[in-house]
């Protein structure tokens, strides 16, 4: 485990070169700066940290400040691998992140708030978070997902699962104009569901409520072993079941 005081700074020499610190005791009192390069200049691979505080991804400008973890590469925030952030805390941004690979994010109860409107998100995974928060400016793959609180995914794009999404609170799903496919046989939301797209489908495996939804294409909602309720209006332009 690292036990660390004072400010942080990890170098890796090489292009694409991964920076993984993720031993589950990791205890950092100041900033973290991971860099690509000497000066920040090169690209990076997969990021790996855990901290047993909260997490700020930060600018590379900003330093020497409890939770911050700066990216620093030849551009800010841009991950050319994986990125697994696992925190004692909340998880939040003060910069776009850019992430070719998976995101995994773990913060057991704590929030977690990733909606900046430039993020670039591939497949987001969620072990654990209490109010979650994502926002993506194209489309978006939701990983599988334990939330304890509300979730609310906006996307300039389409918006599918490729993982169960087990979510107590209540799930917002907002990408007008793109097709939302939560299909999963397995996943579970626990409260309203609501949702702004084009063509929808939405599973449960158990029953479901539908909140609030504007969609502009045809909604397809299955409820495998319960009723299907709705709480709020219902806004469909093309065919339901």
Same mark, same amino acid.
């Given at each position: 485990?690292?036990?660390?005081?004072?400010?942080?700074?990890?170098i890796?020499?090489?292009?694409?070169?991964?920076?993984?610190?993720?031993?589950?005791?990791?205890?950092?009192s100041?900033?973290?700066t991971?860099?690509?390069?000497?000066?920040?200049?090169?690209?990076?691979?997969n990021?790996?940290f855990v901290?047993?505080?909260?997490?700020?991804?930060?600018?590379?400008?900003?330093?020497?400040?409890?939770?911050?973890?700066?990216?620093?590469?030849?551009?800010?925030?841009?991950v050319?691998?994986?990125?697994?952030?696992?925190?004692?805390?909340?998880?939040?941004?003060?910069?776009?992140?850019?992430?070719a690979g998976?995101?995994?994010?773990?913060?057991g109860?704590?929030?977690?708030?990733?909606?900046?409107?430039?993020?670039?998100?591939?497949?987001?995974?969620?072990?654990?978070?209490g109010? !979650?928060a994502?926002?993506?400016?194209?489309? =978006?793959? *939701? /990983? +599988?997902? $334990?939330? #304890?609180?509300? %979730?609310? &995914? @906006?996307?300039?794009?389409?918006?599918?699962?490729?993982?169960?999404q087990?979510?107590?609170?209540?799930?917002?799903?907002?990408?007008?104009?793109?097709?939302?496919?939560?299909?999963?046989?397995?996943n579970?939301?626990?409260?309203?569901?609501?949702?702004?797209?084009?063509? !929808?489908?939405?599973?449960?495996?158990?029953? =479901?409520? *539908? /909140? +609030?939804? $504007?969609v #502009?294409?045809? %909604?397809? &909602? @299955?409820?495998?072993?319960?009723?299907?309720?709705n709480?709020?209006?219902?806004?469909?332009?093309g065919?339901?079941?």
């Amino acid at each position: 485990a690292l036990i660390i005081t004072g400010a942080s700074t990890f170098i890796v020499g090489t292009t694409t070169s991964n920076i993984v610190l993720d031993h589950a005791s990791n205890a950092f009192s100041n900033s973290v700066t991971m860099k690509a390069g000497t000066s920040g200049n090169l690209a990076f691979g997969n990021i790996g940290f855990v901290d047993s505080a909260a997490v700020v991804i930060q600018t590379s400008a900003d330093t020497n400040a409890n939770g911050e973890l700066l990216i620093d590469g030849s551009t800010d925030g841009v991950v050319g691998g994986t990125l697994s952030i696992k925190a004692n805390g909340d998880i939040t941004q003060n910069i776009d992140l850019a992430v070719a690979g998976t995101t995994t994010l773990e913060a057991g109860s704590n929030a977690i708030t990733l909606n900046r409107p430039d993020n670039n998100f591939s497949t987001v995974i969620i072990t654990s978070g209490g109010d !979650v928060a994502l926002r993506d400016a194209g489309a =978006i793959i *939701l /990983g +599988a997902a $334990t939330v #304890t609180g509300t %979730y609310a &995914v @906006t996307a300039g794009g389409a918006v599918t699962n490729s993982g169960t999404q087990e979510i107590t609170g209540i799930t917002t799903i907002s990408a007008s104009g793109y097709n939302v496919t939560l299909d999963e046989t397995t996943n579970n939301f626990a409260a309203a569901v609501k949702i702004t797209g084009a063509v !929808v489908t939405v599973v449960d495996e158990n029953a =479901i409520n *539908l /909140g +609030a939804s $504007t969609v #502009t294409g045809t %909604y397809h &909602v @299955t409820a495998t072993a319960g009723d299907i309720t709705n709480t709020g209006a219902l806004i469909i332009t093309g065919a339901s079941t």
